[in-house]
């Protein structure tokens, strides 16, 4: 069952953000998401939290100098995700603009999983690196930063992750997260440390007269690679992160992009001059992170670093068709996670474990968070890996902290969990196929000792009822220009309407004709077939439609009930 909540919101707070000269709509929709002044709502890059606050920039900065100055070889070490891959493309760029002579790897997500693992390390060993630097990676290597020491590698840690008990021995590390760092933002994705790790490397580089009689590289340039890793990973857009997602958006906006960028949104047929969050996390960040599920992330690498708009085209156009080729995986795989789970009653579990031989590892997260999302409970859904092993990806929902579910979990049975690591949100493990029916009742176990019995009830938070006056296309475009994602969500409505007219759209979209206090209104639930009811109250996103070149305003229902 749904319920829809409306968000609490002080009055005085949204009088005081309205004073200030914010407008009326959004100074009550900031202040329902926590905003106290407009001085929060700064997105200029003077606002931005200094680069030497991060813990390590500083230290990673002169060792990375010492570097170039000595022309050492660098090898920047990725993830296979969207994050990882914008994070990679920054490094590159940037050092490449240092003057530094630096490559990356990215590990095959099948064959050598996530991180600097000691295998990784013998692969770069063969490109013979003086340093190796992670991206979106490394705070769990313990193994790995000790094989690269083996071998004489320098090593520089550049992550966001939680850590675990024991840190890697690396020289550096530069994590928000890490024990002792006081900077502000914990929510920086790969690609923000990445980012912040470069901007100190300039700073030292100037110290050091790197750059006289020759032009300062502008790494701003590279905020739309941060934009669209910081979205993409779904961390929260705190005010830190909400800067540098502005920024990236304001110079796509202006038709200051990568060519990779610029190739991705013609791909997905997005209009760069009109680019939002939403581009980022539902049309360009899928198509990258298509590379590491199914084939190699280097795809999409080479597609945000290549200066040639061909060759960025060509790749674009490779990975819109993983893409798609993940979309028909994911639906096989969702469609048998469904059928397993007829008749499944999920008030009498707090989670769910699936696994089925034949899913493919690169897309049970996106299972997991499909099914998340249909049933409301703490998700994992698991793959076959080799060696009789199974890795499995988790979703979970407000109230539980899935890494720390999982912690919990090893301690209390040692030996279940092959490996582990995440976020609040989501996490990914390994366990033995042999354990599998063990670990169903372990997680079972600790899950329903952490959360609230409310919390495994669905809750739609809405900004309440949107007045009339506001239900036009100039509010609805206002809405798209600012800033939304998690733990700042786009604006949800709710309010009672009249169904004057209904009809299903490829046997599976709910169209409707809508009415309030004598104004009619189009309004579609997508993946939705079940008919409404004559009257309802229902919680919506203020939508634009656009077709045959004529825009309307409509309602995009997220859930209704009857009235």
Known sequence: MTRIQTREVSQRTVSALADAGIHPLLARLYAGRGIRNKGELDTSLRAMLPPDALTGTREAAQLLADAIEAGARMVIVADYDCDG?????????????????????????????????????????????????????????????????????????????????????????????????????????????MFYTMLALRAELRERGAFQGSKEPNLADLLDLVALGTVADVVKLDHNNRILVSQGLQRMRAGRMQPGVRALFAIASRDPSRASAFDMGFALGPRLNAAGRLSDMSLGIECLITDDPGRAMNMAQELDRLNRERRSIEAGMQEEALLRLEGFDAGNNASIALFEPDWHQGVVGIVAGRIKERLHRPTIAFARSSDGELKG???????????????????????????????????????????????????????????????????????????????????????????????????????????????????????????????????????????????????????????????????????????
């Open 393 to 563: 990806s988790g979703r979970s929902i407000p109230g539980l902290h899935l890494r720390d579910a999982l912690d919990l979990v090893t301690k209390r049975e040692p030996d279940l969990i092959v490996r582990f690591g995440g976020h609040a949100m989501a996490a990914g493990l390994t366990i033995n196929e042999s354990a599998l029916d063990r670990f169903r009742d372990v997680f079972e176990e600790v899950v329903s000792g952490l959360v609230d019995p409310a919390d495994l009830q669905r809750r739609i938070e809405t900004d309440g009822a949107l007045e009339s006056g506001y239900m036009s296309l100039e509010s609805a475009r206002m809405l798209d220009q600012e800033i939304w994602g998690q733990g700042f969500p786009a604006p949800v409505f709710d309010d009672v309407f009249r169904v004057e007219r209904q009809r299903l759209l490829k046997d599976k979209h709910l169209k409707l004709e809508l009415s309030r206090g004598g104004t009619r209104y189009d309004a579609i639930q997508f993946n939705h077939a079940d008919g409404a009811p004559g009257d309802i109250r229902a919680a919506f996103k203020l939508a634009i439609n656009e077709y045959n070149g004529v825009s309307s305003v409509q309602l995009m229902l997220e859930h209704f009930e009857a009235a």
């Open 85 to 193: 891959a914008t994070a990679c493309a920054v490094g590159v760029r940037a050092l490449r603009a240092f003057g530094a002579d630096v490559h990356y790897l990215v590990p095959d997500r099948v064959t050598l999983g996530y991180g600097l693992t000691p295998a990784m390390v013998e692969i770069a060993a063969r490109l013979e690196p003086d340093v190796l630097i992670t991206v979106d990676n490394g705070i769990a290597s313990v193994e790995g930063v000790a094989a690269a020491r083996a071998h004489g590698m320098a090593t520089v840690i550049t992550d966001h992750h939680l850590p675990g008990e024991t840190l890697p021995e690396a020289d550096v590390i530069v994590n928000p997260n890490q024990p002792g760092c006081d900077f502000p933002s914990k929510a920086l994705a790969g690609v923000g440390v």
